[in-house]
């Protein structure tokens, strides 16, 4: 007798295997000089990736945030929310935003990501890129709040979009990830005081993309002197 998928899924939870033998076990550790980058292509399963995306788009309070550039006030090209434990504000690009507090489908993204590689996480920046218009220019995650060597844990669902890395000494380096619905980025060590990373703008018609960038603030912020804004 041939066997409906979902009678297969049935036995396969009886019997307690895993039902999602195509996500990755172990990530991709990516050659970038002077940085420590990871890379899980697939982290969360198709199904799961479509819940998640369905659930985040449509209920999040998308924010469309102002920037100050060369003078001018402009929007930023993607929507915005930022979300993390009471009193983890952030300030980027002459930006302050409030946490959010935490949502049941934010904290079950963030302890899946927590429990696989241990590193814990106190906030998270949604950015929701509407088509292939919205972009990140290029920047690196390196706000004093965030400490020196800080950790940053990338979740991507929707479209695919490029992510390229730029050395910040030698500009001819260059490195580029294509993320993907249900991956999972980590950049760690000195990855944001060598590099620069950006989303660029494609004239391509693409749909959605939501990006989670998992931080953690620290209590005593260092003093910095620039801190570059970033479109
Ligand atoms: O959308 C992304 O993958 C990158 C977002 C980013 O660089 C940021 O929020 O700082």
Redesign the pocket.
Known sequence: MTQSPNTYLRASNQLGLNLDSNVDTNPDYLALQDAEVYFYRTFFSKQESDSYLYDLLSNTPWKHEQIRWYGKMIDLP?L?AWFGDEGKVYK?SGIVVEPHPWTPTLLKIKQAIEAKTGVTFNSV?L?L?RNGRDS?AW?S?DEPELGPEPI?G?V?FGET?P?NFRHKGQPNLRARVE?SHGSY?IMKGRTQETWV???PKTSRQIRE?I?L?FRTIVEEAQPKSRVRP?S
Do not use: A, G
């Open positions: 993607r915005t980027y920046l950015n890129y990140v920047h995650d940053i990338s991507s979009r992510f993320l980025l990373h950006e989303i993309r990006n960038t970033r």
